[in-house]
């Protein structure tokens, strides 16, 4: 069974929720919340593996929750806005239901996140060379060093490595299978679902908000972050600073 959280300040919505997740013999409700802060407090001590998310609550937004959960945890936010299903996806969430929740929806939902637990059968890897990525992409087989991948962004169970030179290749791989292959000195988690190259920023322009826009080296990609992933940057390379 996947050990389960609730957040939503609507307590009704918890309870229909929770109702329709009862006849989930795969999903084990261990806990609710109301509130973002009480719901990081429930990470901490109960380990969840889902978290069934609300966006509209008060004090702090549900989308504040993605900074503090593992990349492990699947989050599937569950809400009445029809209009945020793109910021969902790209701050890393795992599906995205529109209330009101029918039983028919949610089956599909935990259908999908039982395939994400099952592991595929083993197979023997290529010898991991650092600095160099073999990628097995639909377009083909691929060999890229380091310096030519600008940044690498996860998508569910797949991974979108932009770089110099060509189109971004889709793969299916989670952004931490790739620490073994690229030099840790070089690359850097500005965010849950984001890798970013050190080695080929050129300059850090300014974004929407408290974003920025981030320039990279013989390219002419751009890549835009928000506030969390600017603060990031800028700390990890402060820190590079001899």
Same mark, same amino acid.
């Given at each position: ?25 795969? /999903? ?23 978290? $069934? ?30 209009? =945020? ?11 995205? /239901? ?6 028919? =929806?949610?089956? =599909?939902? /935990? &259908? ?5 637990? &099952? ?41 979108? /490595? ?11 791989? !989670? ?6 292959? !690229? ?29 920025? +826009?981030?320039? $990279? ?13 600017? $603060?990031?940057?800028?700390?990890? +390379?402060? !820190?590079?600073?001899?």
């Amino acid at each position: 069974m996947m050990r389960a959280i609730l957040v939503d300040d609507e307590i009704s919505a918890i309870h229909w929720l929770g109702d329709l997740l009862s006849s989930q013999p795969e /999903i084990e409700v261990v806990g609710t919340a109301t509130s973002v802060a009480a719901a990081v407090t429930l990470l901490d001590t109960l380990h969840p593996e889902v978290v $069934f998310l609300d966006i509209s609550m008060p004090q702090a937004c549900g989308m504040a929750l993605f900074a503090s959960v593992h990349a492990d945890i699947r989050i599937v936010l569950v809400t009445a806005h029809n209009d =945020r299903a793109l910021e969902a996806f790209e701050a890393g969430a795992f599906d995205y /239901i529109l209330k009101p929740v029918t039983a028919a =929806r949610l089956s =599909r939902t /935990i &259908e999908r996140l039982c395939l994400s637990r &099952e592991k595929p059968a083993p197979v023997s890897p290529p010898p991991v060379e650092l600095g160099m990525l073999t990628i097995n992409a639909r377009s083909g087989l691929t060999r890229l060093s380091s310096d030519q991948v600008l940044w690498i962004q996860a998508q569910q169970n797949y991974s979108v /490595i932009y770089w110099a030179g060509g189109k971004p290749l889709l793969v299916k791989r !989670l952004l931490g299978d790739f620490d073994k292959e !690229l030099p840790a000195e070089q690359f850097a988690r500005i965010g849950r679902s984001l890798l970013v190259n050190l080695g080929t920023l050129r300059e850090i322009g300014k974004g929407d908000g408290n974003g920025a +826009l981030l320039h $990279f080296v013989a390219s002419s990609a751009t890549l835009a972050i928000g506030r969390a992933a600017t $603060f990031r940057l800028r700390q990890l +390379l402060a !820190l590079r600073q001899p």
